[in-house]
């Protein structure tokens, strides 16, 4: 039996250099709407239906060399029981880099972050305890 269930996705985490062309994209092209900006680490939150594309400015240029555009993916699970979790992802040999709680497409809620075997961050947030803004 499955320690927990994916729900969806629930955000997209990308690396930006220009902060007006990606909105302008994003906002001005695919229709996004503005959700919440953190201006202290560059990140912008965008609505995207029931998921949020999230945008982190890198500055002017490219990502450095060898860094990936997309930062991390995070997947909505139910139900978040952080020790259950953490003995069913320790058993698979998978370790949680990072705990705590954070604002997803859902609103404040838990989260672990893992990678899987090629590298690449992973997010799993549970349901928010906090609702999302309304749009």
Known sequence: MAAFQVKGLDH???RIADRERALAFYI????LGIE?????IGL???????????LVEIGAGPAPSGAPNMDHFCLAITPFDETALRAHL????????????RYGAEG???SLYVR???GNTL???GPASAPARPA
């Not at 001005?28 to 229709?31: Q, S």
């Not at 965008?46 to 998921?51: D, T």
């Not at 320790?90 to 709680?101: A, F, T, Y």
Request: aromatic share 0%; glycine share 16%.
């Open 36 to 40: 919440k900006e953190v201006a202290s």
């Open 123 to 125: 997010e799993l947030k």
């Open 44 to 54: 912008i939150q965008l609505r995207a239906g029931a998921s949020l594309v999230d």
């Open 12 to 14: 997209v985490v990308l």
């Open 116 to 118: 899987d075997p090629d």
């Open 90 to 101: 320790c058993g698979h040999g998978v370790e949680v880099i990072e705990s705590g709680s």
């Open 108 to 110: 404040e809620g838990p």
């Open 28 to 31: 001005g092209i695919l229709g």
